[in-house]
Nanobody, 119 residues
């Protein structure tokens, strides 16, 4: 089964940038949609951004214009470029592939990568 490993998080000041990576242990080229999700303490996990293998993107309203999702199927990796970071972006970030015709996801969740935005 494909395993996902997120990396690239850290502590950054407000207004700063980070680039997250999600490396899959197997091929993601057949996955129609890949996405980034985040979970802040005490809150549910929410969608941040998704990208199909046809280039269609969807962003949460809170990150539009600041975050950019991309995927490199040859490297089995999904990226999230985060600019103009705000304290409310603080969360653990995860990637996964949402199922097409039902709730849930194709892969087990990875450990995530912590993003902390603070001065």
């Amino acid at each position: 089964q494909v395993q996902l490993v997120e990396s690239g998080g850290g502590l950054v000041q407000p207004g700063g940038s980070l680039r997250l990576s999600c490396a899959a242990s197997g091929s993601i080229s057949s996955q129609y949609r890949m996405g980034w999700y985040r979970q802040a303490p005490g809150l549910q996990r929410d969608m941040v951004a998704t990208l199909t293998n046809r280039g269609s993107v969807n962003y949460a309203d809170s990150v539009k214009g600041r975050f950019t999702i991309s995927r490199d199927d040859a490297k089995n990796t999904v990226y999230l470029q985060m600019n103009s970071l705000k304290p409310e972006d603080t969360a653990v970030y995860y990637c996964n592939s949402p199922r097409l015709y039902s709730n849930g996801y194709y892969f087990p969740w990875g450990q995530g990568t912590q993003v902390t935005v603070s001065s």
